[in-house]
């Protein structure tokens, strides 16, 4: 079985090392990866917020992204899981936003993406999308191989910019 709770320990500590916040809109995952991150004490120190936006009823009440912003675009692709990051980061005013959109399974979705594909985005001082295909059609399966694939992402980005702010030690000359 898939442990999410490793990679929300180490999310929660580059964000408190960094008073920096985090909000999350999951599709797909139907809240795990939230719940992973609200597992971690002390969360309310970066965690602002999330939202299922497993509908478009939801997406438009919760969200409120205008139809007009979906023109030509169809959830499970990586401009609308980008939308989706985009949105609810600025909704809550967070320094980073995280974002999935797939189908689970057992089948695919109405699109014509078989079960176990996923698209995620994170949103923030770095930005990045990316589609995964697990191969798997189990549901729960998926849904916590997505969250772990979102927080493995959003992991990724924050060592990245981790790694761009350290600056490296002089050397000490006499």
Request: hydrophobic residues 45%; neutral net charge.
């Given at each position: 079985?898939?442990?999410?709770?490793?990679?929300?320990?180490?999310?929660?500590?580059?964000?408190?090392?960094?008073?920096?916040?985090?909000?999350?809109a999951?599709?797909?995952?139907?809240?795990?990866?939230?719940?992973?991150?609200?597992a971690?004490?002390?969360?309310?120190?970066?965690?602002?917020?999330?939202?299922?936006?497993?509908?478009?009823k939801?997406?438009?009440?919760?969200?409120?992204?205008?139809?007009?912003?979906?023109?030509?675009?169809?959830?499970?692709?990586?401009?609308?899981?980008?939308?989706?990051?985009?949105?609810?980061?600025?909704?809550?005013?967070?320094?980073?936003?995280?974002?999935?959109?797939?189908a689970?399974?057992?089948?695919?979705?109405?699109?014509?993406?078989?079960?176990?594909?996923?698209?995620?985005?994170?949103?923030?001082?770095?930005?990045?999308?990316?589609?995964?295909?697990?191969?798997?059609?189990?549901?729960?399966?998926?849904?916590?191989?997505?969250?772990?694939?979102?927080?493995?992402?959003l992991?990724?980005?924050?060592?990245?910019?981790?790694?761009?702010?350290?600056?490296?030690?002089?050397?000490?000359?006499?």
């Amino acid at each position: 079985m898939i442990t999410l709770y490793p990679f929300a320990e180490r999310i929660a500590a580059h964000l408190k090392a960094r008073s920096q916040t985090l909000a999350v809109a999951e599709a797909s995952c139907g809240g795990l990866i939230s719940a992973a991150l609200l597992a971690v004490p002390g969360a309310s120190a970066y965690y602002l917020g999330g939202v299922v936006v497993y509908t478009a009823k939801a997406r438009e009440t919760l969200l409120q992204i205008p139809a007009p912003a979906m023109q030509g675009m169809r959830a499970s692709t990586e401009p609308y899981a980008r939308l989706l990051a985009a949105t609810v980061g600025e909704r809550c005013g967070a320094d980073w936003a995280l974002a999935e959109s797939g189908a689970a399974g057992p089948v695919g979705n109405r699109y014509g993406d078989a079960a176990g594909h996923v698209c995620i985005a994170v949103a923030g001082p770095v930005e990045s999308a990316v589609t995964f295909e697990t191969g798997l059609v189990a549901r729960s399966e998926n849904m916590r191989s997505f969250a772990a694939l979102a927080l493995g992402r959003l992991l990724h980005a924050l060592e990245d910019t981790h790694q761009e702010t350290r600056r490296p030690v002089s050397p000490v000359r006499s």
